[in-house]
């Protein structure tokens, strides 16, 4: 079956220092992989997707980036932290876009002081 | 921007009542899919109904879709504690790999 990690589950951050937020996939291969934040009382946006190893779409212009190392791995980074950037990041994946359901993992609760 | 919008934003029932979410959103859709969150945790799927369906049944869920009123409901039957959560619709509008787009979801408390 296939499982989603993400790690670290919490995590807090001083106002400009960097990060890197990391998800592996289990027991799939070449998964459509996204990222999401959840700000506290908003639903979900979402930030990156990828459809591919190096290949990343964003949907929202921001300081963060993402990045596909490995067919299962997707990293999401920044080089200076922003209060903004608190919040629960959220990584999924499906098999083929929005046509099929997607699969979250636990997600990781930052917050930058 | 927010495409669907779940109301109310939340509820507070008996158990062994039923339970009514409502989402609304505003351009086409390919599907439409319903998750829950419990507190601290990731979505988990409930149900996916494509643009052609109009009703999908899943154990104590139903699902309803009026693409013409851009409107979709969830109930959930003879509720439980365990369905204690936040619910959020999600709509694909299709044409790629991109996402879905969610709206802020429904408290749901059921009391014991």
């Known amino acids: 079956s296939q499982t989603i990690h993400q790690w670290p589950a919490t995590l807090v951050q001083p106002v400009g220092s960097p990060l890197s937020l990391e998800c592996t996939v289990e027991?799939?291969?070449?998964?459509?992989l996204y990222w999401y934040r959840q700000a506290a009382g908003r639903g979900l946006q979402l930030l990156f997707y990828?459809?591919?190893?190096?290949?990343i779409s964003s949907e929202v212009p921001q300081n963060l980036s993402a990045s596909r190392p490995q067919d299962r791995q997707f990293i999401l980074s920044s080089k200076k932290l922003l209060l903004s950037d608190s919040g629960f990041y959220l990584c999924?994946?499906?098999?083929?876009?929005?046509?099929?359901?997607?699969?979250f993992g636990d997600g990781t609760r930052l917050s930058i002081l | 921007s927010q495409q669907g919008e779940e109301d109310p934003q939340a509820l507070s029932i008996q158990e062994g009542e039923n339970a009514t979410m409502n989402c609304s959103y505003k351009?086409?859709?390919?599907?439409l899919q319903w998750y829950r969150q419990n507190s601290g945790r990731g979505l988990v799927h409930l149900i996916l109904?494509?643009?052609?369906?109009r009703e999908k049944h899943s154990g104590r869920l139903r699902v309803t879709l009026d693409t013409s009123k851009k409107s979709s409901s969830l109930l959930i039957t003879a509720s439980r504690a365990a369905d204690t959560a936040s619910y959020f619709c999600?709509?694909?509008?299709?044409?790629?790999?991109?996402?879905?787009?969610f709206g802020k979801g429904t408290h749901l408390i059921i009391q014991p």
């Open positions: 999924a994946w499906s098999v083929s876009g929005g046509v099929q359901p997607q699969h």
């Open positions: 109904i494509r643009s052609n369906e």
């Open positions: 351009t086409s859709i390919n599907n």
């Open positions: 027991g799939t291969s070449n998964p459509n």
């Open positions: 990828s459809v591919g190893i190096g290949q």
């Open positions: 999600g709509t694909y509008s299709g044409g790629g790999a991109d996402g879905l787009t």
